[in-house]
């Protein structure tokens, strides 16, 4: 699944940078030991905590039985143990936590954080890029960070994008790391403190044209097999036109290119969100990712559809198709942020889709959030929910510029098995909690948290 919902203003244009590294293989004590039962329990508590993006930050918030607790910890690169330097980075906002990506990278039992700063000078070379490995322990991230081996190149922006995933199916987590160019390195698992990792592997994305830029990964189950696939998002040139890619990679004992799928043949999203599910439980993962400049910005998300060996066809989504509440209109932002997971306990992953931009009432980019459902077709209209500040028992009112919907995630956040949501607008400040049933979110008793949606998946 795509892992996260980052910082980068989502209309921002990409800045070009890359990366290079590799390393070497890790003890067979480690390859022994018992992972983390969750990719984000960081405590070995046996719950799920919540480590959300910030500006040149990142916090971990500690889940409860009952969902998020009050314990939680900011880090910067001030922050103790943590390598590189905090602050501007040759005139780009620092990077450190833009991008997370969890998982038991050393099979100790407690789960690590993988924190991207592609704007990080490295070895003199501005823009280098750098990943930061946290390492989770009995009392949490912060006791010791490790930096993923690289070699430091100027203007290369290592840990653009960061996903993890079980990519060879070997049952150890692994990490693919992307730059702002043309490569995507896979280091296998496992990973040990000291620095070193299993084998690196770099894949270059195929040309386009001209080339095809990432601008997002995505990881999950496409084929039917054990092995975590990888969907590299990304802009592309075809007829002097720019575009938005999708390029699949297959899991498997050696990572397979496939086929590159263009998703909007004349406007690339440069902040592409996306997740994989198997919304018509058909045993393949489909990949919905959004199309935000689609319709004058109306947005769309596409469903690229999974087959035996990888993608198949697609189809599309927007406030215009039917049983979907209000209607499609210039700059709503439908796509802004998506999510999936099981919202009414029916078996079929659900999509909240973020419409960040949408007039409720009189106010302008009040924003709201759609609920699509799963079925035997896929994702459609049928029976979808939506959800602003205008909803009957929904705390607050509709206010111009809030973007409701900028940021969203499906989570049992309380315990229950069925998937709430957690939405908020702007880039800070406090989420609403919509509790789940068996006839999907409901409104019945709205909270407020103090925990963005912006955690990995």
Known sequence: M??????????????????????????????SAAPAKYADDFNGD??????????????????????????????????????GTAGDAGGYADGFGEDLAAADLNRDGYADLAVAD?????????????????????SGVGTKATRLPVKAKSHLGFGNELETGDFNGDGKADLAVADGIDTVHIYR??????GTTGKVTKHTLPNVTDVLEPTGLVAGRVTKDKATDLYVLGQGYRNDKMTQDAWFLRGGTTMKPGKVTTLNSSSPDYNPQGVIADFNKDGYGELAVSDV????????????????SGPTTKYRLTQATSDVATAASKGDGFGMDLSA????RDGYPDLAVGASGEKVGSATDAGGVHILRGGKKGLTGTGSQWFTRATAGVPGSPTAGEQFGLSIRLRDLDGDGDKDLLASGGWAGPSLFFR??????????????????????
């Open 436 to 457: 789940a049933g068996t006839s999907g979110i409901t409104t019945d008793s709205v909270t407020e948290l103090n925990l963005r949606p912006s955690f990995p998946q």
């Open 293 to 308: 400049p689609y319709n004058k910005s109306a947005g769309s998300v596409v469903v690229l559809r999974g087959g035996k």
């Open 2 to 31: 795509f892992t996260r919902k980052n910082l980068r203003p989502a209309l921002a244009t990409a800045t070009a940078i890359a990366l290079a590294g590799g390393m070497v293989t890790v003890t067979a004590a480690l390859a």
């Open 189 to 194: 698992g496992g990973f040990a403190k000291t």
């Open 46 to 83: 046996g719950y799920r905590d919540y480590a959300t993006t910030g500006d040149g930050s990142f916090t971990v918030t500690y889940g409860t039985a009952t969902g998020p607790g009050t314990k939680s910890k900011t880090f910067t690169q001030n922050s103790a143990g943590v390598p």
């Open 118 to 138: 592609r704007t990080e000078k490295v070895s003199g070379k501005a823009s280098a890029g750098a990943v930061t490995i946290m390492w989770g322990a009995k």
């Open 341 to 344: 997971g099981d919202t009414n």
